[in-house]
C-alpha cells in the first residue's frame, strides 16, 4: 500500500498541493485554468501551516494504520481498506457529528465551509495512481512511499 509522505524541510508553501487538489477536485473540470478560488463549495484536502518558526508546514490526511477518525464514527462513515490502507470517507453515511474531525490527531479532517454538512478529506484522488498534490509539488516534499502494513 502506499502512502503520503512529507519532507517538511523541502517545502516552501507554494500552495501547489493545495491548488492541484482543489483542481483535481472541481465539478467544473480538472484543468487548473477553469478554477474558481473564490468558489468555497471546491476546497483542499490539504492545506499549509506554519510551524512555532514560521517555517510551512503540509498538513495531510496520513491515512492512519489504527484511524481514530474511524474509531471515533459512529455512523459508518468512515473506513479503512485493510487492502489499500485508505481510509474512506462516505458521505451518504454521514450523521455530521463530526466526531472524526475531533479526534483527527493531525488536525487535517475540517466540516466543509460552504454548508458544514460533510467531511472534507483526501481521498488520494480516486482511482489516480499518484495523487495530483504529490505530483504537482515542485520541491518533491511530498511523495510516495510503499509500505507493508505489519
Known amino acids: 500500500m502506499k502512502r503520503i509522505m512529507i519532507d517538511k524541510d523541502r517545502c516552501n508553501g507554494c500552495l501547489n498541493c493545495s491548488l ?3 483542481a483535481e ?4 473540470g480538472k484543468s487548473i485554468y477553469v ?8 476546497e483542499s484536502r490539504n492545506f499549509i ?6 517555517k510551512p508546514t503540509p ?23 485493510p487492502a489499500t490502507g485508505r481510509v474512506t470517507y ?25 454548508e458544514r454538512k460533510v467531511i472534507i478529506k483526501c481521498d488520494f484522488c480516486g482511482e489516480r495512481e499518484t495523487p495530483r498534490c504529490v505530483e504537482n509539488c515542485p520541491n518533491r516534499a511530498i511523495y510516495l ?6
Not at 478554477?35 to 471546491?42: G, K, S
Open 20 to 22: 492541484a487538489c482543489m
Open 25 to 28: 477536485h472541481n465539478p467544473a
Open 35 to 42: 478554477l474558481n478560488l473564490t468558489d468555497i463549495r471546491n
Open 49 to 54: 501551516a506554519l510551524d512555532r518558526s514560521g
Open 59 to 81: 498538513i495531510f490526511c496520513r491515512h492512519c494504520g489504527e484511524p481514530e477518525c474511524v474509531i471515533a464514527c459512529m455512523s459508518g462513515a468512515m473506513s479503512r481498506d
Open 90 to 114: 462516505h458521505p451518504e453515511q454521514c450523521a455530521a457529528c463530526f466526531m472524526c474531525v475531533l479526534s483527527c490527531p493531525f488536525g487535517v479532517l475540517k466540516a466543509d465551509t460552504a
Open 145 to 150: 512511499i510503499e509500505v507493508s502494513e505489519e
